[in-house]
């Protein structure tokens, strides 16, 4: 596990080595803005960090690599989504470094944006990659100590309400979010015609009851 | 007991019953009878007088500018005149649209929230010193969305206090969160209605991208606007599903192209499902500017209302320009796509579900907002002996009566087209038709016909039910025409009536699951509760009698 997980750091290391956006002439980008912070064409990436550590951590614990895709073609397994991510759950060790390649299969703008993270290593608490249409991001964080789960999402508006919402757990995590696809169910809105319309659940169990009850009392009876 | 005392407790039951039956119940001709012989009944006070209460959370009427985006200033070389009304357009973002994104720097596309691609400025074809190949990118917003997480709509966006309806909208391509911030479920200021005004030049070669971040199918149909029914490359170019192309779907994009010969005021919306699409808000002005040299023309100008870079030809004639978009929003329809979370269902609610022929329009907007939104950024600000040109757009269902207190303004343009000088109407109600243009101009010359002096003139529909907000008034799409010296300095029109307090109370516009106000602002009456403990006597009443007079029979008739 750890051989591969050295690989696959390597691996990463590689790609953001040779990816322009954060090579050599990242300064090129944003010679003004923020550290982590990049921008062109292609989209931005916010709150990278390859190398500073969380004040709870003494080293880094673990290398992880996630491949992810999104677009429009993701959400096949999950009926009434729109658009979506190739997973929705990604579980990492505290104090990991994770390099994330983040893939936008559709023509469109999609986001990668992990909120919860330290707002003194991280801008507002926010790692967020942002990919153009067809192109491609990649970025690393490092995350504290802490067992948390952290929220994964697109913040165009409706990506997220439509599917497109993960789940970073780190360690043991605190619990599943809610609404994630295949993972766990909506908050607010319960599914199927009977649930939403609480006047039919109230005469259906009224009605049941009654059956129930002249029956027993016909059968005692004899 | 007696049978003389049950006969007289039988008597007094009937009489008590008789004086507590409510007077009304009687027929008219005994009472009548009654008051010929015995006089009027005596006097009965009133149910009291709820006093008129006073609205708590009161938003402040023009929120302070701690941006810095109202004054003049100069971004990346970009002159943008200082904006009188309260809420001013991002002017780094109108220095990104004059420029075009590609041409501005970092920090100014960091401000604007625009992508890098957004507006796009290439060459200069006829070589008069402005940019004539301008590919524009749009994207499709929904604001006040459905969450299943949340019971409240998500990328907000409220036309009044409290007034959220369900919208799409196309905006430029942007860049990062659609919220202000993470913390915040408010839509970020780039992203509101309407769909903005676009301008070009004339000739000029225009790509417009329509990138569908929207999870429903939508076009753009280019309306007035002079565009060939197919692509160079034989692609469909008139946005119309049953005419020229397929709709674009979620996740995909398609350019439009086109290189308009004439100029004018003209129009866009989206084609899918046009009955319910172009009345969510996919609609809005598309403004061919005359060709000048040095024409650096502002490609969006977001919220429409005042221009803050005015093209060349506009320059040489008015002294300020404004945008007005009116446009009609159908509660139940904004309603659908809160309904569910389900795409496929708020398809079927749209498209199958929503019926235009039963509909009733309950809000009304201009430039978005609606009555007391619209004195924070649709006041037509001027000053005296100024000539202000108005570009007016019905992107609604209805028509607009739009009324001018105090001007008589004249009519230049209809749907883009000039009307010649010597037929020119000057008056101070301009029918405006759906998906019709007006250029307006308006004049402030004291000469008790174009102008009757400076004040705080309203302007709005005539139409009385576009005044109203979910029916209630002052709404809709009053807005007025404020002369400088009535204007605060925080951009607020000075008014000598009475307090906007109320309409500037979330309540204010909200009604009732029967119909009724929510916020009881206004002097009421008690519910009198007298009449519903008489009731209930008398039915007390009833009931002793009926049991008196069955124990009785029960008495003569004993069993066995």
Known sequence: ?222 | MSRLLRVLLLLILVLAFVVLLPWQWYPREWRVWYADNFGASGFRQQAETIPATVSENVEEACPPDIRGWRKSQSIAGVDIAASPNCLADNPHAVAAFVKGTNNVGHMTLMDARLSPDAVVKGRDLDGDGDPDEIHIRLEVFELNGASPDLDVPVTQYSIAPGVTPGLWVFAPKSAGMSTENFESLLAQPGLRLPSPAIRVEQGDKVIVTLENTHYMPHTIHFHGVDHPFMTANGGGNDGVPVASEKPVMPGKQRSYEMQPRQTGTMFYHCHVEVQAHVLMGLNGLFVVEENRPNNWVQTFNIGDGFVRHSSVAVKEKYDREYDLHYLDLDKELGEKIQQSNDPRIVTQLINRDYNISQADFEYYTLNGRSFPYTARDSLIVTAPDELVKLRVVNGGSEGVALHTHGHKVTITHYDGVEHPKPSRITRDVVWIASAQRVDLELSTENDGLHSYGEGVWLLHDHQERGVTTNGFGPGGNVSAIVYERYLQDDGWPMTFGMSWNNYLTSGFYQRQDDGSGVTPLLPGVEKSGPSVLRLVILTALAGLFVGLVAGWLWRVRPRG
């Open chain 1, 1 to 222: 596990m750890v051989k591969i997980q050295v690989v696959l750091f390597l691996m990463g290391l590689l790609l953001v080595a040779v990816n322009p956006v954060h090579g050599a002439d990242e300064h090129h980008h944003h010679h003004h803005q923020m550290p982590g912070m990049s921008m062109d064409d292609t989209g931005m990436v916010m709150g990278n960090n390859k190398s500073t550590l969380p004040d709870d951590c003494k080293e880094i614990t673990g290398e992880y690599e996630i491949n992810v895709q999104a677009g429009t073609s993701y959400t096949k397994s999950y009926m009434s989504t729109m658009f979506g991510y190739s997973e929705h759950e990604w579980r990492v060790e505290p104090c990991s470094r994770i390099t994330v390649n983040f893939k936008n299969e559709d023509d469109v703008r999609h986001q990668w944006m992990l909120h919860g993270l330290p707002k003194y290593l991280y801008d507002r608490g926010m790692f967020h990659m942002e990919a153009s249409g067809g192109h491609a991001q990649t970025g690393v964080f490092i995350v504290p100590s802490d067992n948390k789960t952290y929220l994964v999402h697109c913040d165009i508006a409706q990506h997220m309400e439509k599917g497109m919402k993960a789940q970073l757990i780190v360690g043991s995590g605190s619990g599943d979010l809610w609404s994630i696809p295949g993972v766990s169910a909506d908050f607010e809105r319960p599914s199927g015609i009977v649930f939403k319309n609480p006047v039919f659940v109230v005469l259906l169990v009224g009605l049941v009851f009654m059956v129930v009850f002249v029956l027993g009392f016909r059968f005692f009876r004899i």
